[in-house]
């Protein structure tokens, strides 16, 4: 068994749950003095603070190091993976700060776009039997949507190769071999159409252009629009998209509604588009990427294939 599905295997005997903050709220709370040290397996596996040797069972410690996520400094020690819970399952991801080129982002977005997409399979009329989740990340898309069509052929596809060994750790720790992680860029490299496309993208502008953070073009909204082109060609009749995704409001206007209501004009697609939040991301505002906008919304885009 692979180490790190064996580690989240133990984790779950043991009663381990963890909810994922914001960056910016987990670096205040961990700034605290009292949280310099880990103290129980919460502050090791989802704080991702150091630790000093003894405190983790030794079983914990050995899957660990045979994951090789097991970092060393002197005397302290770190794990470089996060386990997270939601929807009664757990997920490996990337340690805090995500700050790597190939990170895996696991978090309060990850939370919305899978509630969205699962209010979305329980609100279809028709089953879904074939779904995608573009950008899976830590597959907890894909899962949610899994569990709730349970006839449905799920592929995960990502470019990231960390992303989709964490994805396939995280369908083996919720028992769903009906999800199946494939490396495609959008879906490139994946036949057919399908009947449910979710997407929860990279959407922010990034100066550094890591790849699970930068959205791409000026706005940051380029693969979001991708992949509704993607959506465009794959989706089947009656079949839908749900994007989630993020845009910087500038002096009132939304570029990303008014780029994908150039692109849906005449396509057949019936689409709605709502602000989930509207002001996240706030300390981005202080960077020069973001000075032209005067705040940053998450948004649910859904397209739904007429004819």
């Known amino acids: 068994m692979d180490p790190l599905r064996e580690l989240g295997e133990a984790l779950k005997e043991q009663g381990y749950r963890f909810t994922t903050v914001t960056p910016a709220t987990h670096a205040r709370v961990n700034r605290r003095p009292e949280n310099v040290w880990a103290r129980d397996l919460r502050d090791v596996f989802g704080w991702s603070r150091r630790f000093r040797p003894g405190l983790l069972p030794g079983r914990l410690l050995t899957l660990l190091e045979a994951a090789g996520a097991l970092e060393r400094d002197g005397d302290a020690l770190r794990s470089a993976v996060r386990f997270s819970t939601y929807d009664d399952e757990l997920f490996v991801h990337s340690a805090f700060p995500t700050a790597d080129e190939n990170a895996v982002f696991f978090g309060p977005d990850t939370y919305r776009m899978a509630d969205a997409a699962a209010a979305h399979v329980e609100a279809r009329t028709s089953p879904v039997r074939r779904a995608a989740d573009i950008g899976c990340g830590t597959g907890a898309g894909a899962i949610a949507v899994a569990k709730r069509a349970p006839e449905a052929e799920v592929v995960a596809v990502d470019i990231n190769d960390t992303a ?21 860029d959008l879906l490139a490299d994946v036949d057919g159409d399908f009947d449910l496309i ?20 000026p706005d940051g909204n380029g693969l979001s629009l991708a992949v509704l082109d993607t959506a465009e060609k794959r989706l089947a009749v009656g079949g839908s998209l749900v994007l989630f995704s993020g845009t910087g409001i500038v002096a009132g206007r939304d570029p990303l509604r008014e780029a994908a ?47």
């Open 261 to 307: 209501e150039r692109r849906l004009a005449g396509t057949g697609l019936r689409w709605t588009y709502r602000e989930v939040d509207p002001d996240v991301y706030g300390e981005e505002l202080e960077d020069e990427a973001y000075r032209h906008a005067e705040r940053i919304a998450v948004v649910v885009l859904t397209a739904t294939r007429t004819r």
């Open 198 to 217: 979710i997407s929860n993208p990279p959407f922010m502008i990034d100066p550094a252009g890591r790849t699970y953070r930068d959205g791409g073009g």
């Open 164 to 184: 989709l060994a964490y994805a396939r750790v995280n369908t083996a720790l919720a028992g769903l071999d009906r999800v199946r992680p494939v490396r495609s």
